[in-house]
């Protein structure tokens, strides 16, 4: 784009003047912003880089209560600066890289929470600095049709056809899911009613009760969009799952089946590619012909998992991906964006039609007939940022090839990882990873007749260690169950998202869950031994 002459307010002389001064009143836009940005910029490196010495870790040892204490007294005692030093800022940055989990560091392997790309990161500057807004074009030009490029590039790597297929930026799969059911809900309900439901409302449509069909595997947020979609939680039917948790699909068709005999309406069968735990991708074309016999909509939460369609080696997973009528995406997980990089697409555009909005301060429509393109109609919220400029940077810097490599680097963590837990004596593997997670727990060595194989023991001892290792600042493991009733279901979970671990740090990660698994067991018995001294 040229360089333009700045004209008005934030370019002019006043602005620049109270840059060189050092204002804290400087804003970061306009010709001037950049100079105002470059010293504060300077103090938050300067404090990251504190922060994270002094932390010396994934976290900073303590319990919540040391965390709470230190962010209050802190926060408390950092007062506004008379003069142009940016106290503020440097103390509380500081504060906030010593006490945040660093997703960089080996020994942090929790959750979905990737390390992001530093040009990912630059990018987002850029946008803050801006401030962009997607609600209209004439606050976001560029971007409006930035966002409208890439999302036609993710729509034909999901395999629809970009010029049918529709999307916008979210906040995460949360969102995505949601608005993903809400289109089911629409169209399938109001097919059936024979009106628009997004404007009659739920409780007058027709007398059959509407039913989401999902793993149990599936993602919360499942249950969490049917309530506020005023269809309730309990619409919501859970399929089991096989032995590798995806989702069995000789019990979808029964319970399909079911909802036809009790003359239910199944809107929408929502099939999970990288479950959360375990990163199970449910069987896509099964699920897809299913959802097709019995008129409901197939949504597809790719947000672990889409993250295979970058590498060659693991995009057959998703074999089948392109029939689902709606997909979520998030690439600040396997694509290495920070929060928020989410993504929804249909299949076809025309099954967004209950979103459409016309605001007449934002998209009226002689604009739109003008050629000034909105974006309103495509997403649940109004004021929305432009994170598809990062993607897009990351994207055009890496390209698939190279973020390909980096889920491939991370699916090989996840393999060796595996085999390490399957040749140590005091650890079980549950299942062989699909994607880059694998799940896992300590077994107690303790074995005499007291204790034995004890499911009870091995839960609380698995979950002991996962805060042992937080409080003492060495580890951020995660912790899940299993499927089913009874003890002897807690796991411990690595997810691997940081294409710099080698799997030599992993197996020394996995050798402090096991020192940190050994100590809970002495300070158990140390424990039962007061007791029974004290008796």
Request: glycine share 10%.
């Amino acid at each position: 784009m040229p360089r333009q002459t700045a004209r008005h307010g934030g370019g002019g002389a006043a602005t620049g003047a109270r840059a060189r001064t050092g204002s804290h009143t400087a804003l970061s836009g306009g010709i001037s912003g950049p100079d105002a940005l470059a010293p504060l910029i300077a103090t938050v490196l300067d404090a990251l880089s504190k922060g994270a010495k002094t932390r010396g870790g994934p976290l900073a040892p303590g319990r919540p209560e040391d965390a709470a204490a230190a962010v209050a007294e802190v926060f408390s005692t950092t007062t506004a600066a008379t003069g142009d030093s940016p106290a503020a800022l440097d103390r509380l940055t500081e504060l906030l890289a010593h006490g945040s989990a660093d997703p960089a560091d080996p020994h942090c392997a929790a959750h979905l929470h990737c390390p992001p790309l530093a040009v990912a990161v630059a990018a987002d500057l850029a946008v803050s600095a801006l401030n962009p807004s997607q609600d209209s074009w004439d606050q976001a030009p560029a971007a409006t049709v930035l966002e409208s490029l890439l999302l036609r590039e993710l729509a034909a790597l999901v395999g629809y056809d970009a010029d049918r297929a529709a999307g916008v930026l979210t906040s995460g799969g949360t969102e995505s899911n949601l608005m993903g059911l809400m289109l089911a809900r629409d169209r399938v309900m109001g097919a059936a009613a024979g009106r628009q439901i997004e404007l009659t409302g739920v409780r007058r449509t027709l007398g059959t009760r509407p039913r989401i069909l999902a793993s149990a595997a599936a993602h919360f947020s499942v249950q969490r969009a049917a309530a506020l979609l005023g269809l309730g939680e309990d619409a919501v039917l859970s399929v089991p799952v096989d032995h590798q948790h995806r989702m069995d699909t000789d019990a979808l068709a029964a319970i399909l089946d079911g909802c036809a005999e009790r003359g239910e309406l199944p809107i929408a069968v929502v099939a999970t590619a990288g479950t959360t735990d375990t990163g199970a991708v449910d069987p896509l074309r099964a699920c897809a012909a299913l959802a097709a016999e019995h008129g409901a909509w197939l949504h597809v939460d790719a947000a672990y998992g889409g993250g295979a369609l970058l590498s060659d080696r693991l995009a057959p997973l998703l074999d089948g991906l392109a029939l689902a009528d709606s997909v979520s995406l998030d690439w600040h997980k396997l694509g290495w964006q920070p929060a928020a990089a989410g993504v929804f697409l249909v299949r076809e555009s025309e099954t967004y039609a209950s979103l459409a909005r016309r605001a007449v301060y934002l998209n009226p429509a002689d604009d739109e007939e003008a050629g000034y393109p909105s974006l309103l109609g495509l997403s649940l919220r109004t004021t929305r940022r432009a994170d598809a400029f990062k993607m897009a940077v990351t994207l055009r810097t890496l390209g698939r090839e190279g973020l390909g490599r980096l889920v491939d680097a991370c699916h090989d963590l996840a393999v060796a990882g595996a085999a390490a837990v399957r040749q140590h004596p005091c650890l079980e593997l549950h299942a062989e990873p699909v994607l880059t997670t694998f799940v896992f727990r300590y077994r107690p060595v303790d074995g005499d007749e007291k204790h034995g194989d004890d499911e009870h023991r091995s839960d609380e001892i698995n979950a002991a260690l996962r805060r042992r290792l937080l409080r003492e600042g060495r580890a951020v493991v995660g912790r899940t169950e299993l499927p089913g009733d009874g003890p002897g279901r807690v796991r411990l979970k690595l997810t691997l998202l940081n294409p710099h671990t080698t799997a030599e740090d992993v197996e020394r990660l996995l050798a402090v869950v096991v020192a940190a698994g050994r100590a809970e067991e002495e300070a158990q018995a140390e424990a039962e031994a007061e007791v029974e001294e004290a008796w």
